[in-house]
């Protein structure tokens, strides 16, 4: 059944999602949403588009509903700033029913409750595709007003990675290839996993902000999130451009998954890997006499981490060797 | 010349707007933005999608990078903040070519001056048909902490709107039949500039929040942006489906150009007025007592108000008959 009007969406929309939330001082349902302020707000905004970030083919509506909210909620994580709320900008093409709306929301409504998140509002409009535009923000610290980020990297620093990287690129590499998506979910669920529903990795990063304001390290612990892959992404967190900063970067932890898959393929693995795209991993930079204590941090997250290298003048190398690859760019030829 | 990369998108985006602006602690170009914070802040999101709200046929790029940000400015505005910031995804459809982009940032960046905001940054995908999606912020006292708002309105109060109405409507009826959308300028100049770059009542919406704070009407002072045109408008500012409020509008001043364009078609132009869309004029509701006061406000205005009824127990009425339209639902049949 599909909604007949813009009142029906809503309705379904508020079926999920409480109107109110303490960080409202106004819900949504105005022109504007209010909210309560205070400290300094980090905001991100990331568009999820059929056929650029997904494939109504493989992602079931709930895979929508997720990803679209957690690729925005790891930008925030990843200034390791507290994720706190987020408005949606809604393009559907009239074709949805009301079973394809409900997982839709159930899927945000996972990441919503996981974070505790408000939703401030948003707008519907129609078009030929469907387009998911969501701008999250989360809540700093006065300790820590600027967030974490990228380029603050010196000679001698530890880089290091939260999360996995490839698994992703697996995902999108073995659902686009498949004729059968159940197949592919039964020979590499991890990848399917990854690709279809990430999970943002809010917490980490907002653990590693207050290790920042902890060791002093406001300005000297790097951190983003990898969306474009670690061969694209890391010269971006040493500013490499400006800085002449790389390093010779050693992956050697790479998924059993990949792993196999690569080697079915031919392919090299940790090239593989390096290159990856969507990983939604952390990747950081701290001072080397600090790296103990972060070590220490790291080995009780729950998702993996390694140590990728030491930054150095240069470009950045993988295992010896210049990468072959720079990356996805939606707009190169 | 067609842009080769992301990076050169990004190039001129960075020659139109710069990096930096008071309200920012950090500058766009990071996975987020921060935000100074301290006070409330009022937040919207609206899409501007081809097709849906706009032809390329007619809309030149400046005019589209103007009006999608322009609808967003409205709605910070019909709530009593000061205007500060925003953020953007834009999904082009790689057809667009430099000029094209140079334009849509001119007519962004002629409101980014006007209203002095920041852009926080925002996100690049590709797709068949051009998507703007805006999340505006701006900011409000601790006096008017919620901001203006609908759903205020008694028994009793005065209705009245900033602005014109049924222009918009004008200007997109004749560049969609026009085949010469420069003989349409020539035709109904005002009408066709209240489409294609209409001025948010930003300005006029602050000073209504500052008179709502000096007398004490900040849970009495209703506003809203009429985005939909006042037939489906109103009875949202009333809230008439909970409240059963209603009124009987008398609707009198409609701009010649309407006036002569109706005529010309035997339309009735007060009611092409009222059904309207698109306006973003400002509607809103005060206590009959405070009226005198507030008129004496609006008059110094440089764009016209009128009063456009008294809010009594019913339905919406326009010159004494129901209106025959409901207004534009994207997802009707």
Redesign the interface.
Known sequence: MR???????LAIVSRHFPVGHPSL??DRG??????????????????F?????FRRRYFSSFDIGWKSLAVNIS??G??G?KPSGF??????T?KEDVVWLEGFCAGMKALTERFDLAI??????????L?V?V?A??E?SETL???L???VAQEGDVIFLVGNVGLARLGLTALEAADDAEACWERCPVACAQHLRPMPLAFEGMALGRFAVEHGLQDRLGL??VSDGLARDLPRLLNSRKSGLGADVVLDSVHPEVREYCSGQGLDAVQFAFEGGEDYALAGTCPAEEWQALEALLSGFAVPFSRLGTVRPGAVTLNGKAPSSAGF?????
């Not at 588009?49 to 970030?53: L, P, Q, R, S, V």
């Not at 401030?120 to 595709?129: K, N, V």
């Open positions: 909604p007949a009007s813009e009142d029906d969406i001082l106004l105005d022109d504007c949403a209010v909210l309560r302020g205070g400290g300094p707000l980090a905001v991100t905004t990331d568009i588009a059929e056929d650029a970030h930008d925030v990843s200034s700033a408005s949606i900008g809604l393009t559907l009239g401030s509002g948003g707008d519907l409009a129609r078009s030929s595709l387009n535009c701008t923000w989360g700093l007003p600027r967030g980020r990228r380029g983003m999130d760019d939606h707009f190169s030829a």
